[in-house]
C-alpha cells in the first residue's frame, strides 16, 4: 500500500494532538490517584524518600499498637492494686471490730504531737541527742538499746524534759506497753539507766530494762537525786537484774531531798541479792504513791526489799493507791522503814498487799528511830515468818480506819523489849479491824479499846492465837470471810473465762470473714492478667519505643500474693493475734502503694512516649505526601487548559483538511 501524504500543517496539528493526548493521561492519572509521583519514573528522588518516611511511619504505627497495648496490661494491674487496696481496708476493718486495743500509729503521726521542739526517736544515737540538746518532748518509737554505759553512762534528763513511750499520747493497749522501750547494761557502779537531777522531769509510758554486775555502789534503772527535784514517773514496766553483793539497788531510786510521784500502772521486778523495788534515803527524800497508782512490785534474791524508806526520808501511800508487794528471798521484807527519821504513811483507803515466802522474812519491819503509820488497808500473807516486826526505837500506829489482814503461820505482830534502849511500841487505835487467818480458818476482830503495848520485860508477840487475849477486841462481820473471798475468786473467774469464750466466739465469726476476703484478695491478684501478662504475679513487661528497638522500657512486675507481701491466714486465738493481723494488713497496704507509684511512672513514660510517636508519625506522612502529593487545583486547571488546546488542534487540523478538499474540487 502506498504512503499518504500529508500536508505540513495536517502533520503539525496531528503531533500537537497526540503530545495533548499524553499530557491529558498523565494529568488524567495524578487527578485519579492525588498524587504526582506515581513510581521512580516521575521523580526517583522524591519518590524513594517518601517510601522511606512512609514505611517508617508504618513501623512506628505497629509499635504505637504495641504501646498501647502496654498501657492496657498497666492499667489491668492498677485497677487490680485500688481494688485489692480496697479488700485490705475491708479485712482491716474486720479485724479492728474485734482488736481489743488499738494500732501503734506511724511515727509521723508521733511527729506532729511532739512539735518542732520535740522528737521522736527510734536509735541509741537520736535518743541521746534528743535529750543532751534539751528536747522538750521525747517520743520513744520502738526498742532502744543503749548497750554497754559503763563508760557512757546513762540518760541525764534536762529540766522540764519528758521521756515518753507511745501510750502516753493514747491507749494503744498491750501493744503500745510492749512497744517503747529502753534497755542497756553495765558491769561499774554508780551509772544508772536514767537520771534525774533537774527540776520537774518526766518518764511515763516505757518499758525499762537495766542490768549491772558491780559488786558496790549505787545502781538504779531510775535515779531521782538532788534537794526538792521533782521527778514523775507514770505507767512503766521496770526490770532489773544485779549480779554484785552491796546494798543500795533498785528499779527506782529517791535520793538527797528529792521527791518522786508515782502514778498510773508501775511495775517493777528486781532480782539479785539486795535487790529492792524502790530505793528512798537521804535528807528528806520523798516518795509519793498517788490517788491513782497501782504499783507492783517483785523481788527475788537475798536481803530483797519492796519499798526501802531509810534515813529521814518519807513513803506516803496515798489514799486510793492500790500496792502489791512480792518479795521471795530468804531474809525478805516488803516495806522496811528503817534507819533515824525514816517514816511510811498508809493513808485511808489506800490498798496494799504483801506477800513474802522467805525465810526469815517480814511483811513490814521497822528499824531504829523510825515510824510506820496505817490508815489504810492491809493484807500481809507472811509464809513461815513475821507480819510487822517492831524493835527497839520504832513505833507502829495502827489508825481506827485502818484493815488489817495476817495470812501467817508463824507471829502476826513482833514488839522487841530492850532493858538499855526504848522497847518498840505498837498502837492500834479503837475500831481498828485485824483479822487472822490460819490453816484456812479466818477469826476476825474490831479493837474495842485503844491500845499500846511497849513491852517492859520481855518481847511481846501477837499471834492468832492469843490476839484477843492481848488486844481489848471484839468479833465483827465487817469483812468477808475467805470462803466468800474464794467464792467471789472462782465468780470472777468464771465470769472472765464467759467473757473470753464469748469473746474467741466473735473472733472466730470475724476471723472466717477476714480469711474469705484475704482468699477474694489471691483470687483478685491472679485475674489481673492482660493478653497473658500479670504485673501483679511477677511477670514482666518490654515495651518498644522505635523501629530498631534500640529505646525500650521494661516493666517490672511484683509479686502481690498475699504470702508474698506477708500475709498470713488468720488464726485469732488470742486477742493479741488480732494485732499481729492488723500489722500485716497495714504493712500489705503500704506494699501496695508502693507498687501502685511505680506502675504510675511507668504509665506516665509509655504514655509520653505514646504520644510523641503517634505524633512522630504524623511528622512523617506530612512528609512523603508533601513530596508525592499533587495540587488537585493547579492539575485541574491544567486538564481544562489541556482540552481548550485539543479543541483548537483538532480545530486547526480541520481547517487544513479542508484546504486540500479545496484543490480536489476542481478536477
Same mark, same amino acid.
Given at each position: 500500500m502506498s504512503e499518504i501524504s500529508l500536508t505540513a500543517s495536517m502533520r503539525s496539528n496531528l503531533l500537537s494532538l497526540q503530545q495533548i493526548a499524553k499530557l491529558q493521561d498523565s494529568t488524567q492519572l495524578r487527578l485519579s490517584t492525588g498524587l504526582k509521583v506515581n513510581s521512580a519514573i516521575d521523580n526517583p528522588s522524591s519518590y524513594y524518600t517518601a517510601s522511606s518516611l512512609t514505611n517508617r511511619a508504618e513501623d512506628l504505627s505497629a509499635l504505637?499498637? @504495641?504501646?498501647?497495648?502496654?498501657?492496657?496490661?498497666?492499667? $489491668?494491674?492498677t485497677e487490680g492494686i485500688e481494688k485489692a487496696e480496697d479488700l485490705l481496708s475491708q479485712m482491716k476493718a474486720i479485724a479492728e471490730q474485734v482488736n481489743t486495743g488499738v494500732y501503734v500509729p506511724e511515727k509521723s503521726y508521733f511527729e506532729?504531737?511532739?512539735? @518542732? =521542739?520535740?522528737?521522736?526517736?527510734? =536509735? $541509741? !544515737?537520736?535518743?541521746?541527742?534528743?535529750?543532751?540538746?534539751?528536747k522538750e518532748e521525747i517520743c520513744v518509737y520502738g526498742k532502744i538499746d543503749l548497750g554497754d554505759i559503763s563508760t557512757t553512762g546513762g540518760l541525764e534528763l534536762q529540766e522540764n524534759q519528758k521521756l515518753v513511750g507511745v501510750n502516753y499520747y493514747g491507749n494503744f493497749g498491750t501493744e503500745g506497753e510492749e512497744f517503747s522501750s529502753i534497755s542497756a547494761t553495765a558491769t561499774v557502779k554508780e551509772k544508772n539507766l536514767i537520771n534525774i537531777s533537774k527540776a520537774n522531769c518526766l518518764v511515763s509510758d516505757l518499758n525499762l530494762?537495766? !542490768?549491772?554486775?558491780?559488786?558496790? #555502789?549505787?545502781?538504779?534503772?531510775?535515779?531521782?537525786?538532788?534537794? =526538792?527535784?521533782?521527778?514523775?514517773?507514770? /505507767?512503766?514496766?521496770?526490770?532489773?537484774?544485779f549480779n554484785g553483793s552491796e546494798v543500795h539497788r533498785a528499779g527506782i531510786g529517791i535520793r538527797s531531798g528529792a521527791i518522786g510521784n508515782l502514778s498510773g500502772k508501775i511495775n517493777i521486778q528486781s532480782s539479785g541479792q539486795y535487790a529492792y523495788g524502790i530505793y528512798n534515803a537521804f535528807n528528806r527524800s520523798i516518795l509519793n504513791i498517788t490517788a491513782n497508782t497501782q504499783l507492783n512490785i517483785k523481788t527475788d534474791g537475798t536481803n530483797g526489799k519492796g519499798i526501802l524508806t531509810?534515813?529521814? &526520808?518519807?513513803?506516803?501511800?496515798?489514799?486510793?493507791?492500790?500496792v502489791n508487794i512480792k518479795t521471795t528471798g530468804n531474809i525478805s521484807v516488803g516495806i522496811y522503814t528503817q534507819v533515824t527519821g525514816a517514816e511510811t504513811n498508809i493513808f485511808a483507803d489506800a490498798d496494799v498487799n504483801i506477800e513474802t515466802s522467805g525465810t526469815n522474812s517480814y511483811g513490814f519491819c521497822l528499824y531504829q528511830n523510825t515510824k510506820l503509820n496505817i490508815m489504810g488497808n492491809v493484807k500481809v500473807t507472811a509464809n513461815n515468818a513475821i #507480819?510487822?516486826?517492831?524493835?527497839?526505837?520504832?513505833?507502829?500506829?495502827? #489508825?481506827?480506819? &485502818?484493815?488489817?489482814?495476817?495470812n501467817t503461820k508463824n507471829i502476826g505482830f513482833y514488839i522487841e523489849y530492850s532493858a538499855s534502849a526504848v522497847s518498840g511500841l505498837l498502837d492500834i487505835a479503837q475500831g481498828a479491824k485485824i483479822a487472822f487467818e490460819k490453816d484456812?480458818?479466818?477469826?476476825?476482830?474490831?479493837?474495842?479499846d485503844d491500845y499500846s503495848t511497849q513491852s517492859a520485860t520481855a518481847a511481846t508477840k501477837i499471834t492468832a492465837d492469843n490476839f484477843t487475849a492481848t488486844v481489848s477486841s471484839e468479833t465483827t462481820e465487817a469483812w468477808k470471810t475467805a470462803g466468800d473471798v474464794v467464792k467471789e475468786q472462782e465468780q470472777e473467774k468464771a465470769a472472765q473465762a464467759e467473757k473470753e469464750a464469748e469473746e474467741q466466739a466473735n473472733r472466730e465469726v470475724y476471723q472466717k470473714q477476714f480469711n474469705n476476703a484475704l482468699s477474694q484478695y489471691d483470687s483478685l491478684i491472679k485475674d489481673s492478667s492482660y493478653k497473658g501478662v500479670n504485673l501483679l504475679? &511477677?511477670?514482666?513487661?518490654?515495651?518498644?519505643? /522505635?523501629?530498631?528497638?534500640? $529505646?525500650?522500657?521494661?516493666?517490672?512486675?511484683?509479686?502481690? @500474693?498475699?504470702?508474698?507481701?506477708?500475709?498470713?491466714?488468720?488464726?485469732?486465738?488470742?486477742a493479741k493475734d488480732v494485732q499481729t493481723s492488723l500489722e500485716q494488713v497495714i504493712n500489705a497496704k503500704n506494699t501496695l502503694r508502693s507498687a501502685s507509684t511505680k506502675l504510675g511512672n511507668y504509665y506516665s513514660i509509655i504514655t509520653e512516649r505514646e504520644t510523641f510517636t503517634?505524633?512522630?508519625?504524623?511528622?512523617?506522612?506530612?512528609? &512523603?505526601?508533601?513530596?508525592?502529593?499533587?495540587?488537585? =487545583?493547579?492539575?485541574?486547571?491544567?486538564?481544562?487548559?489541556?482540552?481548550?488546546?485539543?479543541?483548537? $488542534?483538532?480545530?486547526?487540523?480541520s481547517l487544513a483538511s479542508q484546504a486540500s478538499q479545496a484543490v480536489l474540487r476542481l478536477f
Open positions: 504505637l499498637d @504495641s504501646m498501647g497495648q502496654s498501657v492496657q496490661t498497666i492499667k $489491668a494491674a506532729k504531737l511532739v512539735g @518542732s =521542739n520535740g522528737a521522736v526517736v527510734t =536509735n $541509741a !544515737e537520736e535518743l541521746r541527742a534528743a535529750v543532751d540538746s534539751g530494762d537495766y !542490768e549491772n554486775s558491780a559488786d558496790s #555502789g549505787n545502781l538504779f534503772a531510775i535515779n531521782i537525786q538532788g534537794q =526538792n527535784i521533782v521527778g514523775n514517773l507514770e /505507767n512503766l514496766n521496770i526490770k532489773t537484774e531509810d534515813n529521814l &526520808a518519807t513513803t506516803n501511800i496515798m489514799g486510793g493507791a492500790y #507480819g510487822f516486826s517492831i524493835p527497839n526505837s520504832t513505833e507502829c500506829h495502827i #489508825g481506827s480506819s &485502818a484493815q488489817i489482814l495476817l484456812g480458818n479466818t477469826s476476825w476482830y474490831e479493837v474495842k504475679q &511477677a511477670d514482666d513487661l518490654k515495651v518498644i519505643f /522505635n523501629e530498631n528497638r534500640s $529505646a525500650t522500657l521494661d516493666v517490672m512486675g511484683v509479686d502481690l @500474693s498475699s504470702d508474698k507481701i506477708g500475709m498470713m491466714m488468720a488464726d485469732w486465738s488470742k503517634d505524633n512522630l508519625i504524623n511528622v512523617l506522612q506530612e512528609g &512523603a505526601d508533601k513530596l508525592t502529593l499533587a495540587d488537585m =487545583n493547579e492539575e485541574s486547571a491544567n486538564m481544562l487548559s489541556l482540552q481548550t488546546q485539543q479543541q483548537l $488542534a483538532i480545530n486547526s487540523l
